[in-house]
């Protein structure tokens, strides 16, 4: 079973940058994609962006793109998601998660195994 956890999320004004790192262990084989996702109060967990483990490709949401990118470090088995020109509506707790096949679709959570304990980003305008 992979342990996740999540840091990085704090409070930051309108257009400020955060990075969030998500550290696995207990790997025994590698992810098919690794996942960041993020619930508001309200509303669904969404994805934010998705990491293929194998070709180093990343997907993300139309609302953030250009704005976050995620990246890996393999020797700390930890990847990163870069925030920047945050707005007020990317607060929501995030969360990141490991889809261990590639059975259903990369964007459903449904399709995720382990997720972390999520971490708190709010952002005030």
């Known amino acids: 079973q992979v342990q996740l956890v999540e840091s990085g999320g704090g409070l930051v004004q309108a257009g400020g940058s955060l990075r969030l790192s998500c550290a696995a262990s207990g790997r025994t084989f590698s992810p098919y994609h690794m996942g960041w996702f993020r619930q508001a109060p309200g509303k669904e967990r969404e994805l934010v962006g998705a990491?293929?483990?194998?070709?180093?490709?990343?997907y993300y949401t139309e609302s953030v793109k250009g704005r976050f990118a995620i990246s890996r470090d393999n020797a700390k088995s930890t990847v990163y998601l870069q925030m920047n020109s945050l707005k007020p509506e990317d607060t929501a707790v995030y969360y990141c998660?490991?889809?261990?096949?590639?059975?259903?679709?990369?964007?459903?959570?449904?399709?995720?195994?382990?997720w972390g304990q999520g971490t708190q980003v709010t952002v005030s305008s």
């Open positions: 998660a490991d889809r261990p096949s590639n059975l259903g679709a990369y964007y459903s959570a449904l399709n995720y195994h382990s």
């Open positions: 990491l293929s483990w194998s070709t180093g490709n990343t």
